[in-house]
């Protein structure tokens, strides 16, 4: 099925932004996305056009959220052009970004996994765990068909498993998917959301300090994870995760200041453009 996508949308660019880690080019221009039970396969046919492996219902339902579609990019681009000629620089090289609206378990775990981890090693941390403990997506017959149309082999795809298929895990075995010391970590994630003591949607209502607080209480979370998680997880794109290479920039374009309290609402999105160009744009010497 084709759909239109008039924003600015990028689906490379989106792949290696550093907030999703189970999205995959699976051939030449094919990418797989993966959220909740739901999987998609996606490509640029020319323009604005894009071919979808799902149904309209699915698309409307699931990934033009997913997306954040209803929000313009383009016009956070040009409303945010002119404050800083670093931060213009960089928004200008990652046109094409969007912050993906994912699903709130799922990063709470695999930010906590992200530390001191390479994005190649989250990524396999997480499939490891889909692999193991998660359910099998099965893709219509329809979808098996267009893919292979494509050039895309089936291949089996698995959800990130939930709190309760996680909590059959013993310590052994998340380690054993290349968690290290974040298992205990984990652990604690999944102790509290299955026995009711953290409710990932109910503390969606709370504002963002009182939230961040919240994700806080878990072990091995701390500002940078929790900021992470308000971000790609509650859509709250005033918050700034700050890494390594936010904080370089901090230090080495902005003059040590803190410059994202000046894009208001939009800070943390101006924060994804500059991580890309920090990570992504070729550096003299290097």
């Known amino acids: 099925?084709?759909?239109?996508?008039?924003?600015?949308?990028?689906?490379?660019?989106?792949?290696?932004?550093?907030?999703?880690?189970?999205?995959?080019?699976?051939?030449?221009?094919?990418?797989?996305?993966?959220?909740?039970?739901?999987?998609?396969?996606?490509?640029?046919?020319?323009?604005?056009?894009y071919e979808i492996s799902c149904t309209r219902k699915e698309w409307e339902k699931v990934w033009a959220s997913y997306f954040d579609l209803e929000r313009s990019y383009a016009d956070i681009a040009e409303s945010e052009y002119g404050k800083h000629e670093f931060s213009d620089r960089a928004i200008d090289f990652g046109r094409g970004l969007r912050i993906l609206k994912q699903d709130k378990w799922e990063?709470?775990?695999?930010?906590?996994?992200?530390?001191?981890?390479?994005?190649?090693?989250?990524?396999?941390?997480?499939?490891?765990?889909?692999?193991?403990f998660g359910k099998k997506i099965e893709l219509s017959k329809d979808a098996a068909k267009e893919i292979s149309e494509w050039g895309v082999q089936d291949k089996c795809i698995y959800a990130f498993p939930t709190s309760e298929e996680l909590s059959k895990a013993s310590m052994d075995d998340l380690k054993s998917c290349g968690l290290g010391y974040r298992a205990p970590y984990i652990k604690d994630a999944v102790d509290k959301v299955v026995s009711g003591e953290l409710d990932l949607e109910?503390?969606?209502?709370?504002?963002?300090?009182?939230?961040?607080?919240?994700?806080?209480?878990?072990?091995?979370?701390?500002?940078?994870?929790?900021?992470?998680?308000?971000?790609?997880?509650?859509?709250?794109?005033?918050?700034?995760?700050?890494?390594?290479?936010?904080?370089?920039?901090?230090?080495?374009?902005?003059?040590?200041?803190?410059?994202?309290?000046?894009?208001?609402?939009?800070?943390?999105?101006?924060?994804?453009?500059?991580?890309?160009?920090?990570?992504?744009?070729?550096k003299l010497g290097e």
């Open 202 to 282: 109910e503390i969606a209502s709370l504002d963002d300090e009182a939230l961040f607080d919240k994700l806080l209480e878990v072990h091995g979370v701390g500002k940078k994870v929790a900021n992470c998680v308000l971000l790609f997880g509650y859509s709250r794109t005033a918050r700034v995760p700050i890494d390594v290479w936010i904080a370089r920039a901090i230090d080495e374009e902005f003059g040590g200041e803190n410059i994202f309290p000046r894009f208001g609402e939009n800070g943390g999105i101006v924060q994804q453009y500059i991580f890309y160009y920090e990570k992504n744009f070729p």
């Open 107 to 132: 990063m709470l775990i695999s930010f906590i996994i992200s530390q001191r981890k390479s994005i190649p090693a989250i990524s396999s941390a997480v499939e490891s765990l889909s692999e193991k």
């Open 1 to 49: 099925m084709i759909i239109e996508i008039e924003d600015d949308f990028d689906l490379k660019k989106i792949m290696i932004s550093g907030q999703c880690f189970r999205v995959k080019e699976v051939c030449e221009g094919v990418f797989l996305f993966v959220t909740g039970d739901h999987a998609l396969y996606i490509r640029k046919k020319e323009k604005a056009s």
